[in-house]
C-alpha cells in the first residue's frame, strides 16, 4: 500500500485547507480511511474516519469544521478543514485499514497561524 497526503500549507485562523490522500497499491473501496494528526510535543491523535459504506466519524475537537470524504474512483480521500484555528496546527497524516491492517502515509503539514 503506497499513501500519498498532500494540501498541507499555511494558512489564518478562519481560513480553509483541503487535505488530499491517493491510495495505490490497494483496493481503496474495501477500506476504511482515516486521518490522524500530530501536534509538537503532544501524541498522535484521531481526526477522522471514513468506512466502505460511506458512515463517518469525527473527533469532538473538529466537529462541524471538518468533513471527511472519498473518491472510490479516484482511489483518493479527502479533508476538508474549514473555521482553522492555531490548535488545529498539527503535521496530518491518512491511513487505511484493511482487514485489521492499517497502513499510513506520509504527513502533509498543516500550520494556522496569523
Not at 2 to 19: I, K
Not at 59 to 64: E, F, H, I, L, R
Not at 85 to 97: F, M, N
Request: charged letters at 15%; glycine letters at 12%; proline letters at 3%.
Amino acid at each position: 500500500v503506497q499513501l500519498q497526503a498532500s494540501g498541507g500549507g499555511l494558512v489564518q485562523p478562519g481560513g480553509s485547507l483541503r487535505l488530499s490522500c491517493v491510495a495505490s497499491r490497494i483496493d481503496f473501496r474495501d477500506t476504511t480511511m482515516a486521518w490522524h494528526r500530530q501536534a509538537p510535543g503532544k501524541q498522535r491523535e484521531f481526526v477522522a474516519l471514513i468506512t466502505t459504506g460511506g458512515t463517518t466519524t469525527y473527533a469532538d475537537s473538529v466537529k462541524g469544521r471538518f468533513t471527511i470524504s472519498r473518491d472510490n474512483a479516484e482511489n483518493t480521500g479527502y479533508l476538508q478543514m474549514n473555521s482553522l484555528r492555531p490548535e488545529d496546527t498539527a503535521v496530518y497524516y491518512c491511513l487505511t485499514v484493511r482487514n485489521g491492517v492499517s497502513s499510513w502515509g506520509q504527513g502533509t503539514q498543516v500550520t494556522v497561524s496569523s
